[in-house]
């Protein structure tokens, strides 16, 4: 160890180390790092600090602050630290004063009077941060209202706070969210007082009203953890909760899906259900080709975004609904899917990105308009269940075969419920499209739906 660093660990009690000395202590300790070849990004690095304090106030003046019913003495050199404010404005207006006296809370000052002492100042909670910020502006403190903006985020959530770094939240998908936007609101906010305003009116901290172990789970995947899912409802809360705090690249985390590899097309795919599926995430990459008549089909590819990167799969879409139906006509030996209501409306969003090749439609049932979209399907490939009964994959011709040789009515249409099922989206182009099912489950009448049923 230097000589100048032992005199500097050897200091007694009573030593005191002048302020144009500290720039240059500091610069001492930054070159005896480098001399170590500790890394720049290390948490034990010491920063080049410029501790000079301008001359406002002379330095060695003391001044006194009646702030409400307590006093602090502050000298010229801690109230020149963060200057120019309402402090030094007044004194030197007022050459002849040393004593000012201001209706504010002693209780916020007494971390504004640490602040201008030099020292780092702790935020206990959201009201303590809405107070500072509120009298930095007032006093005209910009060194603290800087200070306070790069705090990270203190937040209630049904009266439990919540602290945390801002930079958990800047991934893309994640910001802007609702914390940012609350805090950006609350910088540009009228209401924050100005030097011109005799007493600033109140403003209080936003209370989320949620459920705080639902924002800790989140706040902990933010930090890169993985959320132990207990049940699908406690993914459902988890899903909407960062829809409502607009984590968006978490969301997709958390949306339940599976990636595998289809060995027969050699390319990987995605099943996500209906509900989750993002248009932005669809791609037809056959749109803008040549699109010659006998060019096979292009499978609808999907990309998660925020997570996926623009790494495109095979996307099957796994729809769970009882608005579902599928219709065989056995004389004209054709299928097709009926989708109404809600999930009708969900589909036909998705599918107007990639093509125009569908039949939607509103009817009225009992006096309400109820949506429906009809698609061209095929079934021939799909593996599934009719009233719990494993369907070979002849079932489709063996169905229609039995309904001609009974010789029913030509315009008879078999129905099935699909409760359960997946597809992909075949395209050519925009203008044809094939939904091919993959997976099904169904029922053909409300006996087999009761069978279903459990007691309580």
């Keep these: 160890m230097s000589s100048e660093l032992a005199s500097m660990c050897s200091l007694t009690p009573g030593s005191v180390i002048a302020l144009n000395e500290i720039p240059q202590t500091f610069d001492f300790m930054h070159e005896q790092q480098s001399k170590l070849n500790m890394p720049q990004n290390s948490q034990t690095t010491v920063k080049k600090i410029n501790f000079q304090i301008p001359v406002v106030l002379p330095h060695e003046r003391m001044y006194t602050l009646n702030i409400g019913n307590e006093k602090f ?12 404010s309402y402090f030094t404005d007044f004194f030197l207006s007022n050459s002849n004063e040393t004593i000012l006296s201001i ?18 100042i702790e935020i206990e909670n959201e009201y303590e941060f809405i107070y500072l910020l509120m009298d930095s502006s007032y006093f005209k403190l910009t060194k603290l209202r800087e200070r306070l903006m ?6 209630s959530i049904s009266n439990q706070t919540f602290r945390f770094p801002k930079e958990i939240m800047t991934q893309k998908g994640n910001y802007p969210n609702l914390f940012s936007i609350f805090y950006n609101r609350i910088i540009d906010d009228p209401l924050i007082p100005k030097q011109t305003t005799l007493i600033p009116p109140p403003l209080s901290p936003t209370i989320i009203n949620r459920d705080p172990k639902i ?19 406690h993914r459902e809360d988890l899903l909407k909760d960062c829809t409502y705090y607009q984590f968006f690249a978490l969301e997709q985390r958390l949306i339940p899906h599976k990636i595998s590899k289809n060995p027969f097309t050699g390319r990987e795919e995605i099943t996500i259900k209906l ?7 669809l791609l037809n990459d056959s749109i803008g080709e040549m699109i010659e008549h006998e060019q096979p ?3 609808i590819k999907y990309s998660r975004p925020y997570v996926d990167d623009g790494i495109w799969r ?5 729809i769970n609904s009882s608005d579902v139906t599928l219709l065989i006509n056995p004389s004209i030996k054709f299928t097709t899917l009926i989708l109404k209501g809600k999930i009708a409306i969900k589909m036909k969003s998705i599918l107007a990105s990639v093509t125009d090749d569908y039949i939607y439609e509103e009817e009225l049932i009992w006096g309400v308009s109820v949506s429906k979209l009809t698609l061209l399907i095929r079934m021939d490939k799909a593996n599934g269940f009719i009233n719990g009964n494993n369907m070979d994959n002849q079932w489709i011709s063996s169905l229609i075969n039995a309904a001609l040789e009974k010789g029913n009515d030509k315009n008879q249409v078999i129905e099935i419920k699909l409760t359960k099922s997946q597809w992909t989206i075949n395209v050519q182009g925009r203008n044809k499209i094939w939904m091919d099912c993959v997976k099904f489950d169904g ?4 006996y087999y739906f009761n069978q279903s049923r459990k007691f309580l």
């Design 73 to 84: 003495i502050l000298s010229g050199a801690s109230l020149s630290f963060d200057s120019p």
């Design 103 to 120: 209706d504010r809370s002693p209780k916020v000052f007494q971390k504004i009077y640490l602040h201008l002492q030099g020292y780092s």
């Design 150 to 155: 790069r705090e990270g985020f203190i937040i």
């Design 215 to 233: 924002f800790s789970q989140l706040l902990s995947a933010l930090h890169g953890n993985q959320i132990e899912i207990t049940s699908d409802s």
């Design 275 to 281: 509900e989750h599926l993002k248009k932005k995430g």
């Design 297 to 299: 089909f292009t499978v």
């Design 314 to 318: 095979d996307l099957i879409v796994q």
């Design 443 to 446: 029922l053909t009448d409300v």
